[in-house]
């Protein structure tokens, strides 16, 4: 396990959600996890953020920025927001996150 750190209130303002998609599911068995994280947030607060809410150690972090797609709704053209998503692997002898259950 990592070293136990103090869960403070930036560390949710960090990850704001796990992201499941079947692409995520099956990302889980390479031991990763994925989850919607604030746009201003950089790889070392990510990282941070999850072994501290999950006392877990981290072996690496990608980002993905996700563009919003052009929609539109009765006529009407409007844009979904931006979403950044991380791709968070576990150091091996790691075990996974239940993120089924909440924090």
């Not at 972090?61 to 929609?71: E, L």
């Amino acid at each position: 396990m990592a070293k136990k750190q103090e869960i403070d209130a930036r560390h949710y303002d960090v990850i704001l959600a796990p992201h499941i998609t079947e692409k995520a599911t099956m990302a889980a068995e390479a031991n990763a996890v994925v989850f919607k994280v604030a746009g201003t947030a950089t790889k070392p607060q990510i990282r941070e953020a999850v072994e501290a809410i999950y006392d877990r150690k981290v072996a690496g972090v990608n980002t993905i920025v996700m563009k919003g797609k052009t929609k539109r709704w009765k006529g009407k053209a409007y844009k979904r927001s931006d979403v950044k998503k991380a791709i968070v692997t576990l150091a091996e002898g790691q075990d996974s996150i239940d993120i089924t259950s909440g924090i």
